[in-house]
């Protein structure tokens, strides 16, 4: 097993039910850092709440990156890349949704700003500690959205077909959460332009996940591992099946590969 870089999903995954990082999973990645092997958190959420739960040596040493891929930050690459919705998808997806019948909650993230029409809590669904600032529909329309969220949404086939071919739209959260992005914005393309910026092959990249968001990298890395509570659709394709994300099932990885090495 040669592996070159190692890609991290948070929630489900890294981080255990309660949103914590475990001493353990903590110093199994650190340990993999300090081998030379770079880091790489790819996450759904945004970079204040990654702020908020993410220990702070993993943020000042990981390659960001955020919205499942619309946004890339890393200090020590000087990397900053945004990768937003076309503007006239946005107001058109915005209008469509305004007109269902489901009465869906509609927000807008915008690198690291959240934005709604109105007051929204997702406070226990996303386990966030704020919530979106409320804008006025029009407003709204204009914005660069980095992602669009629904939650209360009963369409989502209707939807699929409407704008499937435009935008890249994700069902996660057990089908309470949708998320809606870039048709370029993916974590596989996020990764897949890190590596090559590295020399790394994909194929030397070890992911660690739980949900549909991540299919696309267990598709496109060598090493897949699925976490023991992760989704059917990525036990199927995993090179290994670990532990659930509240027995610490990143570590468990990662620190048989380090006993490997040190033998080595």
């Known amino acids: 097993m040669n592996v070159s ?9 890294f981080l255990d039910s309660n949103k914590k990082v475990s ?30 739960i993410l220990p702070k040596q993993l943020q000042e040493i990981g390659i960001m990156i955020y919205y499942n891929g619309a946004l890339v930050i890393s200090e020590k690459m000087k990397i900053r890349e945004h990768y937003p919705i076309e503007s006239t998808i946005t107001t058109e997806l ?6 269902s019948e489901s009465d869906p909650n509609l927000s807008v993230e915008v690198e690291d700003n959240w934005f709604s029409n109105k007051e929204l809590d997702y406070t226990e669904l996303m386990k966030v500690k704020t919530n979106p600032h409320i804008l ?14 629904l939650s209360n949404f009963k369409g989502t086939d209707k939807l699929l077909e409407r704008f499937g071919q435009r935008v890249n739209i994700i069902v996660t959260d057990t089908g309470e959460l949708i998320q ?5 914005v993916s974590k ?13 092959p994909v194929d030397n990249v ?13 598709k496109l890395c060598g090493y897949p591992i699925a976490m023991g509570n992760a989704v059917q659709e990525l036990k199927q394709i995993a090179y290994e099946v670990t532990e659930s994300n509240d027995n610490d099932g990143v570590a468990v990885v990662l620190e048989r590969i380090h006993k ?4 080595d």
């Open 180 to 184: 809606i992005a870039s048709k370029e």
């Open 136 to 149: 006025a529909l029009e407003e709204l329309r204009q914005l660069s959205a980095s992602k669009v969220l």
């Open 206 to 218: 070890m992911v660690f996940g739980d949900d549909y968001n991540d299919l696309g990298l267990f």
């Open 260 to 263: 490997r090495k040190q033998k």
């Open 23 to 52: 001493s353990r999973n903590l110093r199994a990645v650190l340990n993999c850092h300090k081998q030379g092997v770079p880091i790489v958190v790819a996450t759904a959420r945004p970079p204040r709440a990654v702020k908020d």
């Open 94 to 99: 915005i209008d469509y949704l305004m007109t």
């Open 5 to 13: 870089a190692i890609a991290l999903d948070l929630d489900g995954t």
């Open 188 to 200: 596989e393309n996020a990764v897949s332009k890190i590596c090559e910026r590295l020399g790394i």
